[in-house]
Nanobody
């Protein structure tokens, strides 16, 4: 089981940028197959944002963030990042990072494929 800690959230104006970080620690610090970012806005279900394979670095993005968000990882620091540019009010949500252990791309864009979750960090985009 891994422990995940997100940071970097805050309030930003539309068109602004934020970079979220997810530090991974624990027994499985180098063991998960992939890492994902999800978000949940008030009154809405948790939705997929982006994912990355820990070793190969292959990435997946939700259509709503393609071209604006970039997921990356620093293997030496066991940290995954989400660079968010051109932010919109509809990006406002609590953002969570999560670990996926099954060595398969199946469910890599679904929350059901992930087993360990961080506590979340709030992102608010407002003028």
């Amino acid at each position: 089981q891994e422990q995940l800690a997100e940071s970097g959230g805050g309030m930003v104006q539309p068109g602004g940028s934020l970079r979220l970080s997810c530090e991974v620690s624990g027994l499985g610090a180098s063991g998960s197959y992939a890492m994902g970012w999800f978000r949940q806005a008030p009154g809405r279900e948790r939705e997929f944002v982006a994912a990355i394979r820990r070793i190969a670095g292959s990435t997946w993005y939700a259509d709503s963030v393609k071209g604006r968000f970039t997921i990356s990882r620093d293997k030496t620091k066991n940290t995954v990042y989400l660079q968010m540019n051109s932010l919109k009010p509809e990006d406002t949500a609590v953002y969570y990072c999560a670990s996926k252990y099954l060595s398969s791309d199946l469910y890599i864009t679904s929350s059901s494929g992930y087993s360990d979750w961080g506590q979340g960090t709030q992102v608010t985009v407002s003028s």
